[in-house]
């Protein structure tokens, strides 16, 4: 097979200097070729969300990493608060949530080749409600019926 490329490319009319450059140039771009796309340019940013205070990993915290080359890209803490996504080599925003706990918010940089870890401790936060005051009323008496306290 190569013998007969050879040959279209004489009868072409090229002489043997320009037949070598072209095949060099042939045999580098398929190189180049074969390169890119063996080449996976996503990494994976893995991490734990954990309880600051007691260190316990929070299950179903949410993970949200934005930037400006992907769509947002989500993810859920499993039962021990691991997650992990993959993205593009670059530099991101990551959201972490839980309902009760105070929101952390960091900036990261995906580096190609190696995987990025990050662990966040999230805070408890508290929130001081009012006074909540409950009542009902009876249509009739109930014989035997006392009084209940909440």
Known sequence: ??????????????????????????????????ALNAQDVSQTLRGKVFHQVTGA????????????????????????????VKL????????VSFTGFETSVEELLVVAGRETV????????STLLEAVEIGGVTADFVPGLQSISI
């Open 57 to 84: 990993g929070l299950t179903g915290a949410s993970v949200l990493v934005s930037g400006e080359e992907i769509v947002d890209v989500t993810a859920v803490t499993d039962e021990r608060g691991n997650f992990a």
């Open 118 to 125: 990050m662990n966040i401790a999230l805070k408890e936060t």
């Open 1 to 34: 097979m190569p013998g007969e490329i050879i040959r279209h490319l004489l009868f072409l009319g090229l002489n043997q200097s320009e037949l070598v450059k072209t095949g060099i140039a042939v045999v580098l771009l398929g190189f180049l070729s074969a």
């Open 88 to 95: 593009p080599a670059g530099r991101y925003r990551m959201q």
